[in-house]
C-alpha cells in the first residue's frame, strides 16, 4: 500500500510541476482558469491511487497480440556482446507489448 502512494505522490508532483509550468508558459492571468486548473490537479491526485490500481488490471492489447522483440547475438552466451557490454543471457528478453 505504501509504495503506491508514494508512486501517486511522485505522478501527482509532476501533473501539478507540469500545469505550474503550462500556467506560466502561457501566462495564464485569469484567476477562475487558474482555480481550475489547480482544482483538477488536486481532484487527480486524489483519485491518482484508484486510477493506478484500475490502470494495473487494463490491458491495452490481448495476450494473443504479444511478440517478441529480436536481439542479436554475436557472441556465444556466458561471453559480453561487444556492443552491448551485456551478457549474453541478459539479451534474451520478451516484451509483450
Given amino acids: ?3 503506491v502512494l ?3 505522490a511522485l505522478r501527482a ?3 501539478a510541476m507540469t500545469v505550474g509550468a503550462g500556467l506560466r508558459l502561457f501566462r495564464v492571468s485569469n484567476v477562475p482558469a487558474q482555480k481550475a486548473a489547480w482544482g483538477l490537479v ?3 491526485a486524489v483519485a491518482m491511487p484508484a486510477l493506478l490500481r ?3 488490471r487494463w490491458q491495452d492489447l490481448p495476450a494473443s497480440m504479444a511478440f ?3 536481439v542479436p547475438l554475436t557472441a556465444a552466451c556466458g ?3 561487444a556492443h552491448s ?3 549474453c543471457c541478459c539479451l534474451h528478453m520478451q516484451m509483450d507489448w
Fill in 1 to 3: 500500500m505504501i509504495p
Fill in 6 to 8: 508514494i508512486e501517486s
Fill in 13 to 15: 508532483l509532476l501533473v
Fill in 42 to 44: 488536486l481532484v487527480c
Fill in 54 to 56: 484500475v490502470a494495473m
Fill in 68 to 70: 517478441k522483440v529480436p
Fill in 79 to 81: 561471453r559480453i556482446v
Fill in 85 to 87: 557490454r551485456l551478457p
